[in-house]
């Protein structure tokens, strides 16, 4: 079974294992039932997905799961914005649908084996199986996968891993692919370009607007929905000009207050996590870190309940993922764990 979602990674995915003689079924999921533009829910790429599937001459199939999409990704998003915290909607698609009830349904129809178009790689190493990134640094994808065992990695194929985005282009157009040159979409899939994430979160909960002050509680502006803010974010915040540049440090949204600070004060020594999984044995020592999607890495210590970073670190938002590398002597770098980033203080 090979996840396509009407891109050129996921339809260059399957036609690589048709070429290696797999017996292959290209399956994609219908996810979100209002208008998207963004790409990977829209019903145009559903179309692109299945013709895709008739160019390289195998089934293809469409799994609605809507519900699943609301309760596990749509509602914990929005849940996230009224509590002050930034989402990461495309790592919990992958753990709840992608990964868990899209392989339910592979189980249940009987597919020993699934494949999708990330660019990430799997790489046996003497404690197993782990998760490695790809071979193009600016397209990897191991950060949204990070949350892959061992069960789900031993049944998974990631064609795409040893490839560079411009080698999957290429083959895509000698293949004669009609997503070939279709562009990337890095948005929230179900928030249109038109629509915008204030109109979204609006029509879903309650937006309020916020003050905000500085460190010292005075007040320097003002922002439309506290809901809207995040860490380190520098403007729409209302505030007067030819000052120096000032940033969120801080968002309470309990008393709609966001509290803004000079560039020195989003650098910290130490980052509060949540929900930390070592993939093995814990690593006592240095790992390299990345924070965000398309982020640097930074070097640190994982403690129980905090990243303690090896030089001040710039602040990452409540709710964002945080994931750990090490360099596996013959893999290069691989997942060794990962959590979420915890509101509040370090204790």
């Known amino acids: 079974m090979v996840m396509m979602s009407g891109g050129v990674d996921s339809s260059v995915a399957a036609a690589l294992l048709v070429r290696s003689g797999h017996d292959v079924v290209g399956v994609t999921m219908k996810l979100w039932g209002g208008p998207s533009d963004t790409g990977c ?23 609605n799961f809507g519900d699943d999409f609301e309760r596990e990704v749509v509602e914990p998003y929005v849940a996230a914005h009224a509590n002050g915290r930034t989402p990461n909607p495309c790592i ?12 339910r349904r592979a189980d249940a129809l009987g597919f020993a084996t699934v494949a999708t178009g990330h660019h990430a790689r799997i790489v046996p190493t003497a404690a ?34 040893p490839m560079t985005k411009a080698e999957v282009r290429r083959l895509a157009a ?4 009609r997503t070939a040159h279709k562009p ?14 204030a109109t979204f979160l609006g029509q879903r909960i309650p937006l309020r607007p916020g003050r905000v002050v500085d460190s010292a509680g005075v007040e320097v502006g003002s922002v439309p929905s506290v809901e809207m803010v995040t860490i380190g974010q520098r403007k729409r915040l209302g505030l007067a000009g030819g000052t120096d540049p000032r940033y969120v440090i ?28 070592w993939t093995g044995a814990p690593v006592a020592g240095p790992v390299r870190v990345q924070c965000s999607a398309h982020g640097p890495v930074a070097e640190g210590v994982v403690e129980h309940d905090r990243v303690r970073w090896a030089a001040p ?15 596996d002597p013959d893999g290069g770098p691989i997942v060794v764990g990962g959590g979420v980033v915890r509101g509040g203080p370090v204790d």
């Open 313 to 327: 670190h710039r602040r990452v938002a409540p709710g964002q993922s945080i994931v750990a590398y090490a360099e």
């Open 174 to 177: 000698d293949l004669g692919l």
């Open 92 to 103: 919990e698609c992958n753990r709840h649908l992608k990964f868990d009830r899209l392989l």
């Open 184 to 197: 990337e979409s890095q948005d929230v899939c179900f928030i249109t370009n038109e629509q915008g994430r």
């Open 41 to 63: 829910c829209a019903v145009s790429d559903v179309d692109d997905a299945r013709r895709v599937a008739d160019r390289l001459g195998i089934d293809h199939h469409v799994f």
């Open 250 to 277: 801080d968002v309470d949204t309990e008393s709609a207050v966001v509290t803004v600070g000079e560039r020195a004060a989003l650098e910290i020594d130490a980052t509060p996590l949540e929900s930390w999984k």
């Open 128 to 161: 197993g199986l782990r998760l490695g990134r790809g071979a193009d640094p600016a397209k990897d994808q191991s950060y949204v996968l990070h949350m892959l065992d061992e069960s789900v990695l031993a049944r998974l194929l990631l064609p795409l891993g």
